[in-house]
């Protein structure tokens, strides 16, 4: 069975009448702007038919106007009575497809129907001596062509936290069967900066967000911006914002001004109308505070700070954290309300068996009213 069968085989629709129309979010008080969407969440997080749970949930708005959500470590398998099979093995990442009009359009893995696998792999997993896998940055469609950026690490220390930075690849997908058509690494382990975390089109450019933190704090955003070479099939020679103006030197990006929250490794910027948005979750331990900047540039600087939300079930589970706040502007229903997401995930690794709500993405509403006004 070849692999666009594969895929097929996994579809499943749901309704789709009044999805982003009457689920604004729920009417339960809330001391934040933003409140969880329950009717997203729900249809997200399924418990049969392709991936039941993940990490990422970062979306790329495609031509036809249907998305596919990038995810991190995920599971296929069957949830029952909220639990899985212990023997479940997690695959790396993954592409779940869905319509702009809430159809659940299947998901996108690699391998086949009785052995599916991670649908992207570095070229280094087959011939290192320690694993390599790839977490999702974010991309871009051209043509026929999806391209992601995606980061590259390996496990070079012990247990669960034992994994490194190895660069940024960017994986060609070609989407008349959804297959890994090229890879191609762009940045190395000895780059600063984590480039490729979110990437919006504006005017002519693609702008390429990364951050940068180490021994910085906050860690700093920074961006650059590229054209796609249609002659080539790629994107051209990228140029690094330097505080002023634009230089070909990588060296001299800088962080972005305005910004007094340390940039969570994934986030979101896009435009809306006349005004840029960054959204993002501050980068510590347990924190769970979500905030909105807005700029009048790519560039910035970023202004009107607002607190949308602050994650509660790291607190009320003590083992939980949640993380990488993400914007999804393309599912914005008719009340103006922004869709945003963040993950959750347990220090306890059997506890996401037993409970698959600690290993899922909740989503939430926000008006865009809110993170507009001054």
Known sequence: MKKQEFILSLLLAVPAAGLFASCAGNTSESPYPAVVDEEFTKFYNRDSGGVTSSDGTISILLDDGSSVFMTGDCFIGDVVDGKRNHEEQMLHNSLIHISADGKHLGSILGGTPDAPNTLCVPMEADTAKCA???????????????????TKFYQGGEGQWGFRYDGVDVVTINMNDWSVESIEEV?????????????????????????RS????????????????GNAGKMGQPEY?????????STAAVGCEGLDVSVSEQFSVFRYKNKYVLLTQRRAQQAGDIYSYIADSPTGPWYNKKLLYETHEQVEKTWLFTYNAMAHPQFTNDKNELLICYNINSYDT?????????????????????????
């Not at 190395?188 to 504006?202: F, I």
């Not at 180490?214 to 070479?229: I, Q, T, W, Y």
């Not at 698959?356 to 001054?374: A, D, G, H, W």
């Open 350 to 374: 059997t506890s996401i068996y037993d409970d698959v709500n600690e290993y899922r993405p909740v989503f939430l509403r926000v008006p865009m009213k809110v993170i507009l006004k001054k």
């Open 132 to 150: 390599y896998w790839y977490w999702p940055g974010h991309g871009y469609q051209e043509g026929s062509k999806l391209f992601l950026y995606m």
């Open 187 to 211: 940045y190395d382990e000895k780059c600063p900066v984590h480039w490729g975390n979110c990437v919006m089109e504006d005017d002519g450019y693609y702008y390429i967000y990364g951050t």
């Open 214 to 229: 180490g021994d910085r704090n906050p860690a700093e955003l920074c961006v650059s911006r590229a054209k796609f070479d």
């Open 241 to 249: 914002f330097d505080g002023k103006a634009w230089s070909a030197d």
